[in-house]
């Protein structure tokens, strides 16, 4: 299964520069106390100027205004040599730099009288930004993503599974899923499918397929212990959300989703242990399904 690089988990560049106000602080007085012994180097009537600690002294009220102002020009190069990378670029800056290889931010839902337009998400855009890199290479898995994540901008995950998995030479299997793990519909699955057998993708020769991912529904269900004192519907919700949120993550094609990974997420402060039923073993990973959570419904036990 092809994968674009996770740039999340780059660490910032040495140019964005970590910002510090007291060591600004302590730089200016330090500057400062230099440049006044010059001073009195040259005019030994002016005083000694012994008071750096004293926070009413006039030089150091200047030195705070002057961080401050210092702070917020670092920061500000700061936000300059993130608009320029990919990995860390937002919103417009990310549609400029997207924009130096010809790839646009998507509409996702267009604008009615009542609502706006609802566009592609960063992380979307950024993954399509790096798979563009291969549209020259008919034929390629990136290619193949990239065709299929700009032909349906809702489209939430895509596979291509080559002859190294299903054994067939000369034979491509591109598997989909929609918002939520849910089946393309059959004018969804058209426009993937035009996208990526045009002449320019699809090399001649070779047979492409678009296929719906197979669901593979499961359920979350267990207890949870508590200590005495908290909430319990209130801590009873919060575990349901992460356990949400974690599900969401494995909603991808050929993803593998552990028990003790849904297990694990739920835990919470409030939480002494997690005991789950259901799923009762791990979800294994296939590379024509989809795992997608279910129903979630979890018990509180308050410990004596």
Known sequence: MT????LSRLPAPDAIEALDYETLQAAFLSRFTAAWDAARALDPSLPAWDVGTLETDPAV??????????LLDRARVNDAVRAVLAPLAKGSDLDAVAARIGVQRLTVTPATETTAAVMESDERLLQRYLLAFTRPAAGSAERYLFE????????LHASVIGRAIHGRRGDTDIVIAGPGGRDATDAEMALV??????PSVKPEATSVSV???????????GKLLLPAGPDAETVRLEAITRITAAAAERTRIGAEVPAVFLSGRAYGLSIQRVDLSEPASDIPSAPYAIPVLGE????VEVAP
């Open 148 to 155: 299929a994540y700009t032909a349906w901008p809702q489209l």
């Open 61 to 70: 009220i200047a030195s705070q205004a002057w961080s401050y102002l210092r």
């Open 296 to 299: 979630v419904a979890l018990t």
């Open 193 to 198: 499918r035009s996208a990526v057998t045009a």
């Open 3 to 6: 994968q674009v690089i996770d």
């Open 211 to 221: 296929l719906r991912a197979t669901r593979r529904l499961y359920a979350v269900r």
